[in-house]
């Protein structure tokens, strides 16, 4: 089940201060190593919306602890049978849990230079994007996709983006709201997200 949590931007310390009981000492000790407010923010975030998914699809409601495999991919500490993932970017965040593994990628719509593109697109990809009036909803769209698939298997930015085509994006999905572009890896087709808000984070997790 693929969760969201929108306008991430308009929370402040205050959310951080609330949330710090929920978190693990694990997470606690990652955000602290943040230098900005919005990513300390989002790291909180994410972690209360696995909390919150396991929750709701699983009945765990235990702070959890991850381990780490291939590339430092995360999994959950004595869940061998439950996949997840998160992502954030400047004003949502995405939490993807799933049996079998999984992965998301949630991007604001922002401006993408031709030339940065040429750093994740094909050839054929970047000839497409190079005849559009506006190629930055193309670009956007295409990096949520190929970021998505690179975390399937934890390589990420190990990946060289440019070999990842459309022909390798069969169970990738996609959406689009007028903020973001939101990936995720689905074995069963496209999903209808659960948006949730802060309140609810906190009246399931107290």
Request: charged share 25%.
């Amino acid at each position: 089940m693929l969760y969201i949590l929108e306008n991430t931007d308009k929370l402040g310390a205050d959310f951080l201060d609330e949330a710090l009981h929920l978190l693990s000492l694990q997470r606690i000790r990652k955000i602290d190593r943040l230098r900005n407010l919005s990513d300390r923010i989002s790291g909180a975030a994410v972690y209360l919306m696995l909390r919150y998914a396991l929750k709701k699809e699983y009945g765990i409601n235990d702070i959890v602890v991850f381990d780490f495999g291939q590339h430092c991919k995360p999994f959950l500490s004595g869940q061998s049978g439950i996949h997840f993932n998160l992502s954030h970017c400047c004003n949502s965040c995405s939490c993807i849990v799933s049996d079998s593994e999984t992965a998301t990628d949630i991007s604001d719509i922002r401006h993408i230079s031709l030339r940065t593109a040429k750093y994740f697109c094909s050839s054929d990809e970047l000839d497409h994007a190079s005849v559009l009036e506006d190629p930055t909803d193309e670009l956007v769209r295409l990096w949520t996709r190929k970021e998505c698939l690179s975390k399937l298997d934890g390589s990420g930015l190990y990946t060289d983006f440019k070999t990842l085509t459309k022909d390798k994006m069969g169970n990738i999905c996609t959406l689009r709201t007028n903020n973001y572009y939101c990936s995720y890896y689905s074995t069963t087709g496209e999903q209808t997200p659960r948006i949730i808000t802060v309140a609810e984070l906190f009246e399931a997790l107290k």
